[in-house]
């Protein structure tokens, strides 16, 4: 299988599918590479070079004990771009994964980077603070902390079957599906993802997106329960410059499943433009 080593020694596995243009895909939380099969097949088939990796501590990358952080997580995609030899490449991220994509820009800058494209992802900072007053109580992450001790295969079984794919409100994600976000949670390393749920939660991005001066679509449902549309994309697109903003009425967090033929048409659009 393919991986490759980062500065600090820690090996990620990644998929590396088509050719043409390069195109990166960063997975959310608990998840892996895996999570993005539909996009990676769907943009490799129409000309694309889709790359996808499982982040540091998930899927068949190394579950290392430190940086289990977003430094760590945008300079593993750093090392990533490095090894193999990519310029011109457009950065997609989920949730997380959005995440990872802001700060990497914001460590490296845009000198590699064509395009963004932010999905359900995390930024600008989902956290309630002083300066961040309509964000996420801390309690509910918290919360999050307390049900991975207790029973994190529980809690992956939880968030599957109610607000991830918003399967509590339609009833209508398959059970193929929701299985699936299970198996990935629990591939991935217990620490690793108990680390990440402050990486996601309490990373304020907002100067990294001041520093993105590339073409950016950000796609958001209204009805996210994950990352609300408040809180992330739409004021992801309000802090930059000429982002364009594609909201999904009525739609759950986990768009790259429950919507994924819009998604693929989407995404498609943007980067051949």
Do not use: C
């Amino acid at each position: 299988m393919p991986f490759i080593t980062t500065p600090d020694g820690v090996e990620i596995f990644y998929k590396d599918w088509g050719s043409g243009p390069a195109v990166i895909l960063s997975h959310g939380w608990p998840l892996n590479s895996d999570s993005w099969e539909a996009q990676q097949l769907h943009l490799a088939t129409h000309g694309f070079r889709a790359i996808a990796h499982d982040r540091r501590g998930h899927g068949r990358s190394e579950q290392v004990w430190d940086g289990n952080d977003m430094d760590h997580y945008a300079d593993d995609l750093h090392a990533l771009i490095e090894a193999l030899g990519l310029s011109e490449v457009a950065l997609v991220g989920f949730s997380t994964g959005g995440g990872e994509v802001v700060r990497y820009i914001g460590r490296h800058g845009t000198a590699k980077v064509s395009k963004l494209a932010l999905v359900s992802a995390v930024p600008p900072f989902m956290l309630q603070t002083e300066d961040n007053p309509g964000g996420v109580p801390i309690e509910v992450f918290d919360g999050i902390r307390e049900n991975s001790l207790k029973d994190r295969s529980q809690l992956y079984r939880d968030f599957a079957d109610t607000i991830f794919f918003g399967h509590n409100r339609t009833g209508d994600v398959s059970q193929g599906t929701r299985d699936a976000f299970w198996r990935q949670g629990l591939q991935a390393g217990h620490k690793n993802t108990y680390d990440s749920i402050a990486a996601f939660s309490a990373t304020d991005m907002r100067p990294d997106l001041a520093k993105v001066d590339v073409p950016t679509l950000v796609i958001h449902s209204d009805t996210d329960q994950v990352v609300p549309f408040e809180v992330g994309g739409k004021a992801s697109a309000a802090l930059i410059d000429g982002a364009e903003l594609k909201v999904y009425e009525g739609g759950p967090h986990g768009v790259t499943d429950t919507h994924k033929d819009r998604l693929n048409d989407d995404l498609l659009a943007f980067l051949q433009s």
